[in-house]
């Protein structure tokens, strides 16, 4: 007989999410704890003691972690989770344990609504071409701020040294060394920094993030040839694809360690940022700020701005002040709705 988990929890009768009712107390069952590394229209691949276990999650879960917010799936890749082995071997979620950290991406509906694509990342690798696509300093400073904002490492990648010279990737990467930043320069073509980034993935849970056509699949493909992740065009003509079916996956590197493949790390989003906590989330102004004469210093009027003076004086780059000025609008903008 199929009980329903409101009925029984109602009386009292221990009952799984699958709504069999069991013989032993919930308190009594062994939990097996696991790390999600794969998720697909809510199927989750497990790992458990170096086995995979193929879970299913309740719908209680998305209601219980997730609140209000808006969201395609309560499991995301990354997630450490307690599990329920069942007789044939598949698993059914119980328990969700905190996350450190949470990559988001604006939902599909679009609006205010988040959606969690990864969790619990060591490393965001912020990729941005030299050339092809033009190096854009704007467009690398959101996917930095995104990291910084969730609160995970950073480490910026300039791709496609080939294209250009040595001076001018130089001169990109500096404001990001400034601000303290680790900066590697790659060439996925050329075969050039890639045992760098492949010593930096090496033991992390890590995602490779930036617009598209930076060369991140290329990259990958080259730290861990077995990879054979779609680069080019045909990964852009399939991305749509594969979005709708909402598959994330770990790729585990050979060197140890996972990298995140999901088309989301193009269309990160920054949450939840207030206007008074921007100067905070880049690093090389977090020094100067309690220099500022007021305290409530937006950093956009000269008067007693410390942050304006380090401009002036060349101390921050004026790319990165810009990239705060431009996010700065963009929240105003928001916040009016
Ligand atoms: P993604 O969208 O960031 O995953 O970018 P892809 O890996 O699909 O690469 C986009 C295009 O850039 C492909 O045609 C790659 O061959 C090319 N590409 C990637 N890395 C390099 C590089 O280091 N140098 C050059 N010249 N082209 C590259
Ligand atoms: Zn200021």
Not at 17 to 29: I, Q
Not at 56 to 77: F, M, N, Q, S, Y
Not at 128 to 154: G, K, T, Y
Not at 229 to 235: A, D, F, N
């Amino acid at each position: 007989m199929r009980v329903s988990i409101a009925a029984g929890r109602r009386f009292g009768a221990p009952v799984t999410p699958s709504g069999r009712a069991t013989t032993a107390p919930r308190a009594a069952r062994t939990l097996l704890e696991g790390f999600v590394v794969r998720t697909e229209s809510g199927h989750h691949r497990v790992l458990v003691d170096g086995r995979v276990i193929d879970c299913r999650a309740p719908k209680r879960l998305l209601r219980a972690e997730r609140g209000e917010r808006t969201a395609t799936t309560a499991v995301v890749i990354g997630d450490r989770v307690r599990l329920h082995e069942l007789d044939d071997g598949r698993g059914v979620i119980e328990e969700l344990l905190p996350r450190d950290n949470e990559l988001v991406r604006g939902s599909a509906g679009g609006g205010r609504f988040l959606d969690v694509i990864a969790a619990n990342l060591d490393l965001l690798v912020a990729v941005h071409s030299i050339q092809e696509p033009e190096f854009n300093a704007a467009r690398l400073d959101r996917f930095v701020l995104i990291a910084e904002a969730a609160e995970i490492p950073a480490l910026v990648c300039l791709n496609k040294v080939d294209l250009a010279s040595a001076g001018q990737a130089d001169a990109a990467a500096a404001p990001y060394r400034a601000a303290g930043y680790p900066v590697i320069c790659t060439s996925a073509t050329a075969e050039q920094g890639i045992t760098d980034l492949r010593e930096v993935l090496n033991g992390k849970v890590s995602a490779l993030v930036g617009p598209s056509g930076v060369g991140k699949s290329t990259l990958l493909n080259r730290v861990q040839p077995g990879l054979r992740l779609r680069t080019g065009e045909i990964s852009e003509a399939t991305g749509k694809g594969r979005h709708t079916t909402t598959t994330a996956e770990l790729l585990a590197l050979d060197a140890g360690g996972w990298v995140a493949d999901t088309p989301g790390l193009r269309e990160l989003a920054i949450r939840e940022v207030e206007l008074e906590d921007l100067g905070w989330l880049f690093p090389e102004f977090r020094p100067l700020l309690p220099a500022c004469r007021f305290t409530d210093c937006s950093h956009r009027d000269d008067v007693g701005c410390a942050i304006r003076a380090a401009v002036e004086t060349g101390a921050i780059s004026a790319e990165r002040y810009e990239s705060y000025q431009h996010v700065y609008a963009q929240i105003e903008e928001r916040n009016r709705y």
